[in-house]
Antibody, heavy 120, light 107 residues
């Protein structure tokens, strides 16, 4: 069965960086995109960016572009999201999600979420 | 960026009620719209894709309609397990924006 398993919770200081992993299994990794979505406490879902696992093409939201780097390792069937220059506003649950090549099909499988807390 | 306006932001309903949530986009996105359900402390779950197609395993009381700029999620016969927050998301272009969410609460 399809699974996306994310790395554990993180506590980071302002100005630091964090790297969250998303291990995929149960499907052909290169056949799908991986998206990253975050949710600050009590807030809406916010799309951060995506990577095409076959070609390593990335797209980012302008809100965090310049601070976020999404990458993947096909041999490990794992995607990564690294966010730098953290502030308290980056405190959120970060989710990875699988996106089929046909954009109309939605994000059909999600990781369990990784809580990132930014605090001095 | 494509603007998403979801309404209402919250509603109270009883078990068995018919519930309708709307999502309006600017500009038009054809049928590149999905609906998700999220329960507290859980990841979102895909309910509807391509505006009106039911995701596998999702109960048939959930339905979606619309095209262009106006979309609707309907729950026909609300069940206890349906009390949650619902989000629309467009996949027409990046950034793949979400609506602000609709919290469905027990009356």
């Amino acid at each position: 069965q399809v699974q996306l398993v994310q790395s554990g919770a993180e506590v980071q200081k302002p100005g630091a960086s964090v790297k969250v992993s998303c291990k995929a299994s149960g499907y052909t990794f290169s056949g799908y995109d991986i998206h990253w979505v975050r949710q600050a406490p009590g807030q809406r879902l916010e799309w951060m960016g995506m990577i095409n696992a076959a070609y390593d093409n990335t797209k980012y939201s302008q809100k965090t572009q310049g601070r976020v780097t999404i990458s993947s390792d096909a041999s490990a069937t794992t995607a990564y999201m690294e966010l730098s220059s953290l502030t308290s506003e980056d405190t959120a649950v970060y989710y990875c999600a699988r996106g089929p090549a046909d954009r109309r099909l939605g994000l059909d499988y999600w990781g369990q979420g990784t809580l990132v807390t930014v605090s001095s | 960026d494509i603007q998403m306006t979801q309404s209402p932001s919250s509603l109270s309903a009883s078990v068995g009620d018919r519930v309708t949530i709307t999502c309006r986009t600017s500009p038009s996105i054809s049928n590149y719209l999905s609906w998700y359900q999220q329960k507290p402390g859980r990841a979102p779950k895909l309910l509807i894709y391509a505006a009106s197609s039911l995701q596998s395993g999702v109960p048939s009381r959930f339905s979606g309609s619309g095209s262009g700029t106006d979309f609707t999620l309907t729950i026909s016969g609300l069940q206890l397990e349906d009390f949650a927050t619902y989000y629309c998301q467009q996949s027409y272009s990046t950034p793949r924006t979400f609506g602000q969410g609709t919290k469905v609460e027990i009356k």
